[in-house]
């Protein structure tokens, strides 16, 4: 993937990025609903959504959050969501998306990055360990509450 580039994704590439949230699991989202969460998340200094290019085509995305630690000085980037095209997985393409990631957080202020990953995606599971990330779920817990009626079910 020489012509692979990362920028900032775009309200028009709303589409294909819900192609690419079809991919993740997502499904159930409408074009005009990612524009509208693109044109939120662009318009954020703490938040940050990048699109890989190869010839012209987003490929993947990746979203960074920025959240500033309240007990102690620094913020940590989270990785909201990441997925890269079926097609284009194993040619580098999340690398450089996480790459991209660390150093948008870095020149934010972040000193920790996080990122969760659902224990059936296997492929997951081997690519962060492989990029220097740890498995702390022997350290701490997870736990989760739906505060709107059956957001379960979407």
Known sequence: MSTLSVRQVRQDDAPR?????????????TDDEVTARLAHWNDSEDLLP???VHDG??????????????????SWGR????????????????????????????????IRMEVTSARYRTDAQAFYPAI???????KSARYLKNLVPDYANR
Not at 61 to 73: D, H, K, Y
Not at 132 to 138: A, I, K, V
């Open 17 to 29: 990025v819900n192609e690419l949230f079809a991919e993740l699991g997502h499904p159930e989202n």
């Open 50 to 52: 990048l699109a890989a």
């Open 57 to 74: 085509r987003v490929v993947g995305v990746i979203a960074l959050a920025v959240v500033p630690f309240f007990e102690r000085p620094g």
């Open 79 to 110: 990785v909201v969501a990441l997925v890269v095209d079926a097609q284009s997985r194993g040619l580098g393409v999340g690398r450089r998306l996480m790459e991209a990631a660390e150093e948008a957080a870095r020149t934010r202020g972040c």
């Open 132 to 138: 220097g990330y740890t498995d702390q779920c022997d």
